[in-house]
């Protein structure tokens, strides 16, 4: 439907969409198909390349590699909106490579993190997060202990500023977004 509504409006209609189901949803039930198991971390037997993605089984997000390189760090000379702090633009080393999900952690990955560890808190309602509903959401009213705790649990850490900066310019420098210089609300930016 709202795929529909998009085409036929030209894009200029995007209905909200939110659902409750935390699971798949069948009329009729599809015969059963059984999953290809993958980890996520696996380098020593199965080296990742740049940009190839894995399913961690824990938290059922994709997880991407991101080899080592140098970048330039920080505001980038044509963008005009930077903060003091992103100023100036210097050159970082990332010596590791490192996995970061290709997502935001989701609602529904986190629910399998709360299943799994009873004693941390559900996240606080907010304007896009209405108790849990909409699983493929962004988490959001999480501490940073939280996450922290998320991140051990699903296999990780938490990236540093480096890392995912580096992570999510994608290789393009002197460019304000990974895509180019251009924001467009509807299909690069929520």
């Not at 709360?114 to 962004?138: M, Y």
């Not at 699903?154 to 990236?159: D, I, Q, T, V």
Request: glycine share 8%; charged share 25%.
């Amino acid at each position: 439907v709202e795929k529909n509504v998009a085409s036929q409006s030209g894009n200029t209609q995007r209905p909200y969409v939110v659902s409750s189901v935390r699971d798949n949803f069948y009329f009729m039930q599809p015969e059963e198909v059984k999953p290809v198991e993958k980890t996520v971390f696996v380098r020593e037997q199965e080296p990742m390349k740049a940009g190839e993605s894995r399913l961690n089984q824990k938290d059922q997000l994709n997880y991407v590699w991101i080899p080592p390189g140098d970048f330039a760090m920080g505001c980038v000379p044509t963008d005009t909106k930077c903060s003091e702090a992103e100023k100036p633009q210097h050159a970082v080393k990332i010596t590791k490579g490192f996995c970061i999900s290709s997502t935001e952690v989701t609602l529904g990955s986190y629910q399998i993190f709360l299943d799994a560890n009873p004693a941390h808190k559900s996240p606080g309602k907010s304007k896009s997060q209405r108790g849990g509903i909409g699983t493929e959401l962004p988490v959001n009213e999480v501490t940073w202990q939280d996450a922290q705790d998320y991140c051990h649990w699903a296999g990780g850490r938490l990236p540093t500023e480096a890392q995912w900066e580096y992570a999510a310019r994608g290789g393009r420098a002197d460019q304000i977004y990974p895509w180019g210089n251009a924001i467009n609300n509807w299909e690069q930016a929520n």
